[in-house]
């Protein structure tokens, strides 16, 4: 595991963002990444912050490395990880399923047609 704290600027997050985009878009698009293969390149980055806040752009980025691992990509930034975000996890059956759970009594509710509580 390599850490790397960027305070160019921007422009070694901007070459990392480009050369995994590059990687991802080379893979076929069948062929998911290894989740043990330690030869496989996978980044997980944080939003960006001084040498002050380095500790909580570590763990964003482990969160961000930790999405990119399960989803099978190549990088993965906190911005599409951070609350209110979810978009890129949507496919994930896991989250699918804590979705359905969670909104199971609502549906069941709205199925008796006294309410629309789920689209409220």
Avoid: M, N, W
């Amino acid at each position: 595991r390599l850490v790397v704290l960027a305070t160019d600027g921007g422009a070694a997050v901007a070459a990392c963002v480009e050369h995994a985009s590059a990687l991802e878009a080379a893979r076929p698009a069948a062929e998911p990444l290894a989740g043990g293969d330690e030869e496989s390149l996978v980044v997980g980055l944080s939003a960006p912050s001084g040498p002050i806040a380095a500790a909580t752009a570590y763990k964003q980025a482990q969160q961000a490395l930790s999405v990119a691992r399960r989803r099978g990509r190549v990088c993965v930034e906190h911005e599409h990880v951070a609350a209110g975000s979810v978009l890129p996890l949507l496919a994930d059956d896991a989250v699918r399923a804590f979705a359905d759970g969670l909104l199971r009594a609502l549906r069941d509710h709205d199925a008796t047609g006294r309410g629309d509580l789920v689209a409220s």
